[in-house]
């Protein structure tokens, strides 16, 4: 069984417009559907030569090459404008801190509301002790007391 090889397509850039960096990535984009190879071809053109390796035809690689041409040197002229913000960003993130600033406390109580609260809670723990070191279970209210205490267990009635 001979196989046929597939015919190639040629792309002439001009390095004047694209940057071989940009022709070189573009062509990357494209490698999954045809072996490329790109040359120079005097001081202001390279040339990229498709070799389809599926079913795609050439023209098809040869516009898709050329749409991803277009779409890196947007994402060249991006990355270039952006460069300042990026070290910029890079050197914060690097950089150490010398300490995180001091906590501060933020209750929002002045310094007499937290004495008067600590003094209030003391006087609650020391009524807790109190009710525990009597022995009695103080529940006048019968609070604690569950249904079942309070009202007796369930009463089976039967209907006729």
Same mark, same amino acid.
């Given at each position: 069984? +001979?196989?046929?090889?597939?015919?190639?397509?040629?792309?002439?850039?001009?390095?004047?417009?694209?940057?071989?960096?940009?022709?070189?990535?573009?062509?990357?984009?494209?490698?999954?559907?045809?072996?490329?190879?790109?040359?120079?071809?005097?001081?202001?053109?390279?040339?990229?030569?498709?070799?389809?390796?599926?079913?795609?035809?050439?023209?098809?690689?040869?516009?898709?090459?050329?749409?991803?041409?277009?779409?890196?040197?947007?994402?060249?002229?991006?990355?270039?404008? +952006?460069?300042?913000?990026?070290?910029?960003?890079?050197?914060?993130?690097?950089?150490?801190?010398?300490?995180?600033?001091?906590?501060?406390?933020?209750?929002?109580?002045?310094?007499?509301?937290?004495?008067?609260?600590?003094?209030?809670?003391?006087?609650?723990?020391?009524?807790?002790?109190?009710?525990?070191?009597?022995?009695?279970?103080?529940?006048?209210?019968?609070?604690?007391?569950?249904?079942?205490?309070?009202?007796?267990?369930?009463?089976?009635?039967?209907? +006729?």
């Amino acid at each position: 069984m +001979n196989k046929k090889p597939a015919a190639k397509t040629k792309v002439s850039v001009s390095l004047k417009k694209y940057p071989i960096e940009t022709v070189r990535y573009a062509a990357h984009a494209v490698s999954c559907a045809a072996r490329v190879f790109i040359r120079t071809a005097g001081r202001d053109t390279a040339v990229a030569e498709f070799e389809p390796t599926g079913r795609l035809p050439g023209a098809k690689i040869a516009a898709a090459f050329r749409a991803e041409l277009a779409d890196e040197a947007l994402r060249a002229s991006v990355y270039a404008a +952006n460069r300042e913000l990026r070290d910029f960003m890079i050197l914060k993130a690097l950089s150490a801190q010398a300490a995180p600033p001091p906590r501060q406390d933020d209750s929002g109580l002045t310094p007499e509301q937290e004495k008067e609260l600590d003094a209030l809670i003391a006087q609650v723990e020391s009524e807790i002790k109190q009710e525990a070191a009597s022995g009695a279970a103080s529940d006048p209210l019968g609070i604690t007391r569950t249904w079942e205490d309070k009202y007796g267990a369930k009463k089976s009635r039967k209907k +006729n």
